[in-house]
């Protein structure tokens, strides 16, 4: 996990990209923002040399490839999933029958889109912070 790497985020919903936009531009994070609207511009992202995200932000209901189906293809390139990008949903899916849509391939976290400004903030430092306080695998010491 590359905590210096851009922070990829995936929506569909023009206006829930320029929240995110307005959001991570408040966070002042040292990290490079790169947004999408579709899987495909993400994955020709992800394989290009030298790409390394510290995570990615995605939702889950976008047409053609929805969250679950771009993890699957993220999981299923050697070249990719070797990168250990940690991949979160935000999204206003909130069933369970939404959420075990998936073929069952990881995930790190299923947030939900709040109603509020504030609480889009504060959702998304949360995960933020987490990541950037967790230790990833290759430095664990058994």
Do not use: C
């Not at 023009?14 to 040292?30: K, T, V």
């Not at 250990?84 to 935000?90: A, N, S």
């Amino acid at each position: 996990m590359n905590k210096k790497g851009p922070i990829v985020l995936i929506d569909d919903d023009q206006d829930d990209l320029h929240l995110l936009i307005e959001i991570f531009a408040e966070f002042n994070l040292p990290n490079e923002i790169h947004l999408f609207k579709s899987a495909e511009s993400l994955l020709a992202f992800l394989r290009k040399p030298g790409v390394d995200p510290f995570l990615i932000i995605s939702d889950i209901n976008m047409p053609v490839t929805n969250g679950f189906r771009l993890r699957d293809q993220i999981l299923a390139d050697p070249g990719i999933d070797s990168k250990t990008i940690p991949y979160i949903f935000f999204t206003t899916s909130t069933t369970l029958r939404v959420s075990s849509n998936g073929s069952g391939a990881p995930f790190q976290g299923i947030f939900k889109k709040p109603t509020r400004h504030s609480e889009w903030k504060e959702t998304l430092m949360s995960i933020v912070r987490y990541w950037t306080l967790s230790m990833p695998p290759d430095e664990y010491e058994f």
